[in-house]
């Protein structure tokens, strides 16, 4: 089945202890994404990456870091995570004509 | 910068009723437009996707039409039915803005037996 797949679903965590979402699509996409979704802002994009070790900055990028060493995998890290992180992340793959595929969702609450 | 407006932001109606739900957008200059279901807690699922040169797209009892000139978009469901109580979000990918995809604010639609 075609799926993108992401790990935890669910994070409890405190602030400033690393953490990593990891994000996986068995679609053969170049092209892998994350947002996040707040009450009240909608989807924003946090980082993108057009294929391997390429990636580029959303429109809500501090914070964050990304990494992409294989097409199928493309990881979220907070390095100090905060309480402004709170909130739900979706990963998100696009095939080439640029139909999204989106994961289950991960949410993250940092106390 | 693009901007993208769905009204309204929640609606209630009857099942069996058929009903359009809004998606309008500030510039027309896009590359495709995207509408998503989102169940509570839950992921985005694909409904449609319509390219710019397409008017309109369909899917089952789901129906998009796309109007670039106008900055708009529709989502029609014919005969509503309680499961497809969810909120419905529209997302556009801009010419020349990048990767970026700008998505609407949702319209929570709640179909009641």
């Known amino acids: 089945e075609a799926q993108v797949t992401q790990n935890p679903r669910y994070l409890i965590t405190v602030t400033g202890k690393k953490l990593t979402v990891t994000c996986s699509q068995n679609?053969?996409?170049?092209?892998m994404s994350w947002y996040r979704q707040d009450p009240g802002l909608g989807l924003r994009q946090i980082y993108y990456?057009?294929?391997?070790?390429?990636?580029d900055k959303g429109d809500v990028p501090e914070g964050y870091k990304v990494s992409r060493k294989e097409k199928r995998n493309f990881p979220l890290i907070l390095e100090s995570p905060s309480p402004n992180q709170t909130s739900l992340y979706f990963c998100?793959?696009?095939?080439?004509?640029?139909?999204?595929?989106f994961g289950p969702g991960t949410r993250l609450t940092v106390t | 910068k693009q901007e993208v407006t769905q009204i309204p932001a929640a609606l209630s109606v009857p099942e069996g009723e058929n009903l359009v739900l809004n998606c309008s957008f500030t510039?027309?200059?896009?590359?495709?437009l995207q509408w998503f279901r989102q169940d509570p807690g839950k992921g985005l699922t694909s409904l449609l996707l319509?390219?710019?040169?397409?008017r309109e797209q369909t899917s089952g009892r789901l129906n998009a039409s796309l109007d670039k000139s106008s900055g708009r978009s529709t989502l029609y469901i014919a005969a509503s039915q309680p499961g497809d109580s969810a909120t419905y979000l529209c997302?556009?990918?801009?010419?020349?803005?990048?990767?970026?995809?700008?998505f609407g604010g949702g319209t929570r639609l709640m179909v009641k037996p």
């Open positions: 997302a556009v990918k801009t010419n020349n803005a990048g990767n970026m995809l700008t």
């Open positions: 319509i390219q710019s040169s397409q």
């Open positions: 679609m053969n996409h170049e092209y």
């Open positions: 998100a793959s696009r095939d080439r004509v640029y139909e999204q595929y």
């Open positions: 510039d027309s200059a896009i590359y495709n």
């Open positions: 990456s057009m294929n391997v070790e390429v990636t």
